[in-house]
């Protein structure tokens, strides 16, 4: 006669395994959860400071003849609106170079900020013939 609590004869040692796999499965979805979550905030950060460094350089150069002071105040308007921090400004002539940085909030701040660095100013001659090209370059 077989009693409710036997496992199929093997002396119930498997009893509660499928609890354990799956507390294991759900942490590990958990864990890529969290996982593209931190990906996807780096993402969001860096395109962030992208879109700041950019219009603060041209906000920069677009004041350059008032003067470094003008035109770093109105980058720094500009990368503020885009909820980053100015980290550099530097006004060569009409040529404005500027470096935004985002940082993560919470827990993933223990990650670097996303730092990244643009420049705006007159386009020089171009050789009839040769595309011009934009530089925006992350900053390592």
């Known amino acids: 006669m077989s009693h409710g609590g036997d496992a199929g004869g093997a002396g119930g040692r498997d009893r509660g395994a499928a609890t354990v796999y799956a507390m294991a499965l759900i942490g590990a979805v958990w864990l890529a959860g969290l996982a593209t979550l931190t990906v996807t905030r780096a993402v969001e ?5 992208g879109a700041a460094a950019d219009l603060a350089a041209l906000a920069a150069a677009d004041r350059a003849l008032d003067g470094a002071t ?8 500009v990368v503020k609106a885009h909820q980053a921090h100015l980290a550099t400004c530097t006004l060569r002539g009409e ?10 909030p919470g827990v993933l701040a223990l990650i670097p900020p996303a730092r990244v660095r643009a420049r705006a100013g007159p386009i020089e001659e ?3 013939g040769v ?6 370059a992350a900053v390592p």
Not at 98 to 104: C, F, G, N, Y
Not at 131 to 136: A, I, L
Request: net charge positive; hydrophobic share 50%.
């Open 95 to 104: 040529i404005a170079e500027v470096t935004a940085e985002v940082r993560l």
């Open 45 to 49: 950060a860096r395109h962030r400071a």
């Open 70 to 77: 003008t035109a770093c105040a109105a980058a720094g308007m």
């Open 131 to 136: 595309p011009y090209r934009v530089q925006h």
């Open 126 to 128: 171009v050789p009839a």
